[in-house]
């Protein structure tokens, strides 16, 4: 069985979504929501004003809008390869859940093949590890596969043909892994 999920609203599941109303700290600052220091992560290095607006932002969407907005540059490094240092922060385990279950016959690009990957992931195990009720309700999915059912994102979510990379999902999926073993 899997446990699907993508609005930050739904009672049950919600709390599994960057737009759900659940502060954390990572980065040095508090943020509203994950939403926010991952937009702002795209422009860490070289925009520091546009880091200080999407801490600003009011609402995830906001957050998300400033961070999705292409008339600003990313980062150079966003979409490449994590360096050896970055990838000493993410842990070297497979996940419980093979992927094949959730997508037989696709074969899922390595977890942390990209710089965002790598942001999404610390920003994930700060959110759960920083509030005991929204870790308590990730950590009681297991051992159920996570899929962030969103529809126009194959990326993050495994997109409206059901084969998409499901990045989201996989991260908190190795997360809960985490807190179960007691890290995080």
Known sequence: MSIKFYSGTDP?????????????HVYGQTWKTSEHPFQAMKYWSHRPDLVKRVWEALTPGTAARLGRDRGFPLREDWDSQPDEEMLKRVPKVTLEIDDQVIRPGVTAEPLFARVKDVVMYEVCLAKFSGNAEIRKTLVDTFPEALIEDAQYDP?????????GENKLGRILMLVRLQLLKGGG
Request: hydrophobic share 25%; proline share 5%; net charge neutral.
């Open 12 to 24: 049950q599941t919600g709390c599994f979504s960057n737009f759900s109303p659940h502060s954390v």
């Open 155 to 163: 990326y993050w979510g495994w997109g409206c043909s059901h084969v």
